[in-house]
């Protein structure tokens, strides 16, 4: 049995009962009221609370900007109420909740910011006497993450988390009760749990779910029901709330108190409730995770291995471009094919690996809710990509080797990821599975070691290419069965390798992977995009009984009929021209790659792609065809060009550029739909765009536009508000002496609006934008 | 009152696209409908609000919104200040499809400010229903940056609701709330029947399911 720990009640509801006006900041009439913090304080330890949560939720640098008080003061003067009340009789924790401002990719708030924001209150309210530290009420896991990592890395306080669910088990941000869980006992918290949102019986179901991930100690804080929409009112009273919550010791669970709406009666009649049961021994589950989608460790689970430039001219050229769409369109696709996992790997000479990392990471992430596999050998790059991660990663990889096992694992440990484990060390592969599964052994002893558990190592037995070493095949299916069996541990392997340099690949590869699963692969690396992969695999999940009922099975190949479907007409009589005018683009695509069997990239661009898009053009100006239109006809035209564009990549051949141009939407401003829109139709025309993003600093659209030296910059703003921006960003550039022309656009700008901010050309419409790239570039 | 999004009106969405009356190919016009129903999936409308006192036109807890909002509150001795969001997955949705097809990105942009429109009317409807019972009247519904109401108070707006805990909405420096498809708004509650503006049913997000469209009326009078 253990001993019920309990905490206090709503500190704002009492607040506001002893005077605080609707709006004000609690932190600050705490300030000016510290008799009145530390009355409630004592009122609540007298009830029972052996943890205060000191009056500093809202106390971050963020929240207080305006108002002309330091976080270091409103810091010391509440957590002083809070010690003097507690005396020895309480521990007091420093209350930290969300910053108030969403996160990237949504919002404007990036990691960064985040984390320093929490760093500063940590080192503060260590300094000033906290015990430990809550981040409570929380939403968001990635600003979890940042707070979490704060805190570890700028005190010794322990950390306790707890987040707030709907009804549904998600928070607003869409974090899950099993991500949540996963990605904190990976950070090593020291307790977390549900508060606020809800009352007891609806987070009962929650806090079960949890345990199933998590040993640690498990905290509940609920409302008192929950609250009337017209008044804010909480309804239920002290016996009511103590009976709900008289489920919660059966389970383990031993931290209780109150959130919105409790008062020291609530407090007061946990104290009666017994003590708490002790956890079982049960085997918790794992897996991998974003914020909001978990892939469990129970089964074939595919990780697709398109974000890679190895071998893919295409790519790499992506990454000198920084073209971060490129990569994003690679994991949208690899997601709808039905990938579990998408590995990362922007290695390559010349490109600052780290910093890539971070920017693709996030860039995956804004798109995607797959977990992910963070796939570098330079530890730096791997902590950076941890970082960067919302939720729980797969580290890939480390080795046998002892100084590969000393650089690697801690970080592995740090951030709570899995790792994969190849069976190589410094004298290479080993030629048996015998040797192999002795690496494995070597490799989960050094895991151990570091404190990372058995179930979250993850052993990579190698695929050898059989037109190499034909009788390799046989000897990594033994290990892989070797490591299942006797070890108890999951496999990965980078499957497709196996047919390299053999014709038809995909019936050697279908029928290894096929092979592998049966003798315990689970983690197979592919290409999800191949549908006789993807088929495999989810046959497989239905002899292996993980598709109960063969239901994802039934889903995947019901009402598809066997016949050969009749191969559609490349376009028919239909001209490009037409093609792109109505839109399509597959058969844009297939007449592009007709006319360049007698013409070359540049005639095929020059001559009829760009007429095309001319003619779709003035037929928009016109008013002929409305907007809609106008995009679906640069999609068509876009799918021509990418045609030609890998052709050239694949020849190494320079790409085909009239010149570059930079789009930023400007600092403070999100709308970007505006410039992306832009940024098609100029792609169209054979441009070269930057895309900086959306809420571009004023510095970084100047240092790009003379990294790159580019002489024509796109502004978009959307807002009155931020035109300021758009204004502050050509002052800057102007002062750089950079010589460029600037173009602005957005919903409140007119011309006369332009040329008083400093622009050289207001651009109404996409289509404007063209004219202006024409008359500048050329 | 829960927030509530039914089918999404068409011809608001071709409003909200700059359509005049181009003839809609069917290629486009299957792909409104899956944008319709993608952004509708990913939709998940929260709404909070409150009943404030109102003083000479201005709300107590919140003076400062302006002239134009002042003279439409001078009747009203209360208010309901509200706030509605159709969550962060719509905006995801539309993120994804940034990259991946523009076309559709720019309709699923247009769906979503149709579907949040949606929410908004719905509760004003549920809203004057019930005040109905008790006698009173809604004036329209006023935004910030609607006449000199200020985007600055947004902020404050968001943090009188408590919307951020409550249903997940936030506001920059800048005053841009995200996820962006949101909606704050304050409506006065005067013991008169208030003028107000007429909307034209066809563009309505309401349009499909108005009750005072079937009996043949309009809901501004």
């Known amino acids: ?778 | 009152m829960e927030a509530r999004l039914t089918e999404l009106n068409r011809n608001e969405i071709l409003l909200y696209l700059g359509h005049r009356g181009q003839a809609i190919p069917p290629e486009l016009e299957e792909q409104m409908e899956r944008c319709i129903r993608t952004v509708t999936a990913a939709a998940r409308p929260r709404l909070v609000y409150r009943r404030l006192a109102v003083r000479d036109g201005e709300l107590d807890a919140l003076p400062g919104l302006g002239n134009d909002l002042r003279a439409i509150l001078r009747p009203c001795r209360e208010a309901v200040l509200m706030a509605a969001t159709l969550g962060p997955l719509v905006e995801q949705v539309l993120m994804r499809s940034g990259v991946t097809d523009m076309a559709d990105a720019v309709i699923m942009d247009a769906c979503a400010s149709a579907a949040i429109e949606n929410v908004c009317d719905h509760f004003e409807f549920d809203l004057r229903a019930e005040l109905k019972r008790e006698g009173c009247f809604l004036t329209d519904r006023f935004s910030p940056g609607y006449g000199d109401f200020p985007l600055e108070r947004q902020n404050a707006l968001c943090d009188t609701l408590n919307a951020a805990r409550r249903i997940g909405l936030t506001v920059t420096e800048n005053h841009i709330m995200i996820p962006r498809k949101s909606v704050t708004a304050v409506l006065g509650i005067a013991e008169n029947p208030q003028p107000l503006r007429a909307r034209g049913c066809a563009v309505c997000s309401m349009f499909l399911n108005c009750p005072y469209r079937k009996e043949g009326e309009t809901c501004h009078g």
């Open chain 1, 1 to 778: 049995m253990a001993e019920l720990l309990l905490l206090d009640g709503a500190m704002g509801t009492m607040l506001q009962a002893a005077g605080l006006p609707l709006g004000e900041r609690p932190e600050l009439f705490g300030m000016e009221h510290p008799e009145v913090v530390e009355a409630i304080h004592r009122q609540y330890i007298d009830a029972g609370s052996r943890v205060i949560y000191a009056n500093t939720f809202g106390a971050n640098a963020h929240k207080l900007r305006d108002t002309g008080f330091t976080v270091e003061a409103v810091l010391a003067a509440n957590l002083a109420a809070a010690r003097r009340a507690a005396g020895d009789r309480a521990k007091v924790a420093l209350d930290v909740g969300p910053i108030g401002e969403l996160m990237e990719p949504l919002g404007t708030l990036s990691f960064d910011e985040a984390y320093a924001i929490y760093a500063e209150m940590v080192r503060v309210g260590q300094a000033c006497g906290a015990d430990l530290v809550i981040f409570e009420t929380m939403t968001d896991l990635y600003e979890v993450k940042a707070a979490v990592l704060a805190a570890r890395e700028n005190s010794t306080l322990p950390i306790w988390v707890t987040m707030s669910f709907e009804k549904g088990g998600r928070t607003f941000t869409g974090t899950t009760v099993a991500s949540m869980a996963a990605t904190l006992d990976g950070l090593g918290v020291d307790a977390m749990g549900v508060n606020c949102s809800l009352g007891p019986e609806e987070i009962l179901p929650l806090i079960r779910e949890m345990g199933e991930w998590t040993d640690r100690p498990l905290i509940v804080k609920p409302n008192a029901g929950l609250p009337d929409p017209a008044t804010g009112a909480y309804d239920m009273d002290a016996p009511e709330f103590a009976r709900q919550m008289a489920d919660f010791p059966p389970l383990g669970v031993h931290i209780l108190g109150g959130c919105c709406g409790t008062t020291p009666d609530f407090i007061r009649a946990l104290a009666a409730l017994p003590e708490a049961a002790q956890r079982g021994e049960k085997r918790l589950r794992r897996g991998v995770c974003s914020a909001s989608q978990m892939t469990e460790f129970n089964g074939v689970r595919v990780i697709g291995e398109r974000i890679n430039p190895t071998g893919k001219k295409r790519f790499q050229q992506a990454l000198r471009e920084r073209d971060l769409n490129y990569i994003m369109e690679r994991a949208i696709e690899q997601a709808d094919a039905g990938a579990d996992i998408l590995d990362i790997n922007v290695g390559l000479p010349g490109i600052d690996e780290s910093e890539m990392m971070t920017a693709v990471v996030k860039a995956v992430q804004s798109v995607v809710s797959l977990p992910l596999q963070i796939d570098s050998s330079d530890p730096a790059a791997i902590e950076a990509g941890l970082r960067a991660c919302n939720g729980r990663a797969i580290v890939n990889s480390v080795n046998a080797e002892p100084d590969k096992l000393r650089a690697i694992l801690p970080i592995v440990k740090k951030y709570g990821a899995a790792v994969v484990g190849l069976t190589i060390d410094q004298s290479g592969i080993p030629q048996t599975a015998g040797a192999r599964f002795e690496l494995a052994k070597q490799i989960v002893v050094a895991a151990l070691s570091q404190g990372i558990p058995k179930e979250d190592v993850l052993i990579d037995c190698l695929t050898l290419t059989i037109s190499a070493q034909q009788e390799q095949a046989l000897e990594t299916l033994r290990a892989v069965d070797m490591v299942h069996r006797e070890l108890g541990l999951h496999c990965v392997l980078g499957v497709s390798n196996i047919s390299f340099g053999l014709p038809e690949r995909d019936q050697i590869t279908v029928s290894f992977l096929t092979q592998a699963m049966a003798r315990g692969l689970d983690l197979p690396i592919v290409n999800p995009n191949t549908k006789a992969i993807m088929d495999t695999v989810f046959a497989y999940r239905a002899l292996s009984c993980e598709d109960v009922g063969c239901e994802a099975y039934i889903a995947r190949f019901a009402g598809q009929s066997s016949a050969p479907q009749t191969a559609p007409q490349a376009g028919g009589e239909m001209t490009v021209e037409q093609a792109i005018l109505k839109g399509l683009k597959q058969e844009t695509a297939d007449l592009t790659a007709g006319l360049l069997e007698h013409m070359t990239e540049l005639e095929v661009i020059n001559q009829r792609l760009i007429p095309a898009l001319d003619v779709v053009g003035e037929k928009y100006e016109k008013g002929q065809i409305f907007l809609p239109q106008l995009i679906n006809s640069a999609n068509a035209a876009c799918a021509g060009f990418d045609l030609i564009k890998l052709r050239i990549a694949q020849r190494g051949g320079e790409s085909v550029s009239k010149g570059k141009i930079l789009l930023a939407t400007v600092e403070g401003d999100i709308h970007d739909i505006g410039k992306n829109i832009v940024r098609v139709v100029l792609e169209n025309y054979g441009y070269q765009v930057i895309d900086l993003g959306r809420d571009v600093p004023v510095q970084t659209v100047v240092d790009a536009a003379i990294a790159e030296d580019v002489r024509l910059i796109g502004l978009s703003a959307l807002m009155t508000t931020t035109v300021e921006s758009m204004r502050r960003t050509i002052a800057a550039l102007r002062e750089s002496g950079h010589p460029c022309k600037v173009m602005v656009g957005g919903a409140v700008l007119t011309a006369d609006y332009a040329a008083e901010i400093g622009a050289d050309y207001y651009t109404r419409d996409a289509k404007a934008s063209v004219d202006v790239a024409k008359a500048v570039l050329g």
